[in-house]
């Protein structure tokens, strides 16, 4: 089975600091993996998706995370955090094989102090 | 116009009611899911649906049940609340990808509802 693990409940940067973002996940098959954020009384919106290729993935609002799988992580980062930065985000897992089942880690809430 | 549409945003509402949650997308998607979200445990899916014809439980089913009016609508039922059903609930869609779990999903903006 697929599972999700995102360090740190909540996370506090300064304004222009570098933004990281931590996940591991676990999977017995290639997976496909997801990061998502959500702002107040909003749904999710996905930020960014890792399917196959490029272990580099760009994202919006200048978002980027890398696959790694020696280290089974897909750590989700930004060079400069902007206080409209600061939601809650989301990894996520999903397997290839029946349908898709996203899994989701618990939640990483952003803070952004100017 | 949102894509993925649910009523009501909010809701309150007492021990023992029932009570509907809908869902409505115009994305033209044959998959749609409900997700219920607490606090410091993410999401947990509670049904998915392939199509109209192909409704499935998840991994927290119990006391819920779900209808798909068309492939545009997926609502959610509690046949008789209690308040630890008390949670913030997200429905979702996506497309049929030919590799199956590589699609987005995409998500309203959520119903909050208490049970008092």
Redesign the interface.
């Known amino acids: 089975a697929q599972s999700v693990t995102q360090l740190g409940s909540h996370v506090s940067v300064s304004e222009g600091a570098l933004v990281l973002l931590r996940c591991n996940y676990s999977s017995s098959v290639p997976p496909y993996l997801f990061w998502y954020v959500q702002y107040p009384n909003q749904g999710l919106q996905l930020l960014l998706k890792y399917t196959t290729g490029a272990t580099l993935v760009k994202g919006i609002n200048g978002f980027e995370a890398e696959f790694k799988k020696s280290e089974t992580s897909f750590h989700l980062t930004k060079p400069s955090a902007h206080m409209s930065d600061a939601a809650e985000y989301f990894c996520a897992v999903s397997v290839s094989t029946g349908f898709q089942k996203l899994v989701f880690g618990t939640g990483t809430r952003l803070l952004v102090s100017p | 116009d949102a894509d993925?549409t649910q009523t009501p945003r909010n809701r309150i509402t007492k021990t023992g009611k029932r009570i509907m949650l809908e869902c409505s997308q115009t994305k033209g998607h044959d998959?749609m899911y409900w997700y219920r979200q607490d606090p410091?445990?993410?999401?947990?899916?509670i049904y998915?649906s392939?199509d109209v014809k192909d409704i499935?439980k998840?991994e927290i089913s119990d006391g819920y049940s779900v209808s798909r009016q068309a492939q545009a609508k997926f609502s959610l039922s509690l046949e008789s609340a209690i308040p630890n059903q008390t949670a913030l609930y997200?429905c979702?869609t996506?497309e049929a990808?030919q590799?199956?779990?590589?699609?987005?999903?995409?998500?309203?903006?959520?119903t909050r509802l208490s049970i008092l």
Request: aromatic share 14%; no cysteine.
């Open positions: 993925v998959r410091g445990l993410g999401l947990r899916l998915y392939f499935n998840g997200f979702a996506s990808g590799a199956q779990g590589n699609q987005p999903q995409h998500f309203g903006d959520g």
